[in-house]
């Protein structure tokens, strides 16, 4: 059985340090593995040993070549034999590889059917976009007809008195709290959100005096407004807090309103069905009656 050791002290000495830097250059999803740094790449090994193997075969097979003495030919023919089976070798391990992978693959679909074998058949069998294949002529007219070119024209702006609840000392507080504890730059007043908590720890009234006179007579002072700006949208910050707790106190929201809610999702939704269907199943009234689907044609 060949040795995949032949040879490849000769072909490292002579080939540059590419192949003895990445010895899974030459594999891509090996080289995926090297950089991800995950430390079960045992099974990976016997394959990228005979891809080095194999290269180094061919880097002395091609030296070789076109030599004239009886010596160098039986060389040659040795190196060649041995880059044969090293490429034999080397086609073995990667159908083997893939046979495994594959194995693999087909093993996870029980345990996760939403994993990476759904990835894939999802990805082959997506299509084309709706667009790609639309006449240009019909995309302009739609597109035409959804965003209207409108002639500009000047906003009239017009003094609107809104009443709301004032800030109070506690959502100050939390607003002060949330600040604290990241580590934004200072601003140009050069105060930190640390002094600010201080202040309003020794003086609660103060900042929240000041933020209510502000929204109160919708001034705000120029200092505040001397800032380069760059919105970021990020997560866990609703921008309807105040919007929720104001639809809340005119009456709140409908009882059959599910989603977008605090403590009340569509689970509870689907829970409230099974109790009616259970109802009606156990205690038949003139409120509920089965009967065929006009939509699915089932019961």
Known sequence: QLQFNI????????????????????????????RNKQPK?????????????RCV?????????????????????????????????????????????????????????WGKPYKLVSRKLQGPSATANMDPKAVLRITDALFPSCPPADALILPVEVEFPPFSVEEVGRAVHRAQRKSTALGLDCITERILSVVHKLRPAMLTGLYNQCARDGIVPASWKRARV???????KPEVARLEEHIKSRGGLSPNQHGFRK???????LRKLQQKILAAINFPSDKFCFGPSPISGGT
């Open 263 to 269: 403590q009340i999702s569509t689970d509870d939704a």
């Open 230 to 236: 760059v919105l970021i949208r990020k997560g866990g």
């Open 7 to 34: 040879f490849t002290g000769y072909g490292i000495s002579k080939m540059t340090g590419i192949l003895l830097r990445n010895p899974f250059l030459y594999l891509l999803e090996l080289e995926n593995i090297r």
């Open 41 to 53: 790449i045992s099974k990976a090994c016997s394959v990228a040993k005979r891809a080095k193997t």
């Open 57 to 113: 075969a061919k880097l002395h097979l091609s030296r070789n070549r076109g030599q004239d003495s009886t010596s160098e030919k039986e060389e040659v023919a040795v190196t060649n034999t041995c880059y044969k089976e090293a490429r034999k070798c080397l086609k073995i391990a990667i159908a083997s590889s893939n046979k495994r992978c594959w194995k693999e693959i087909l093993e996870t679909i029980d345990v996760d059917p």
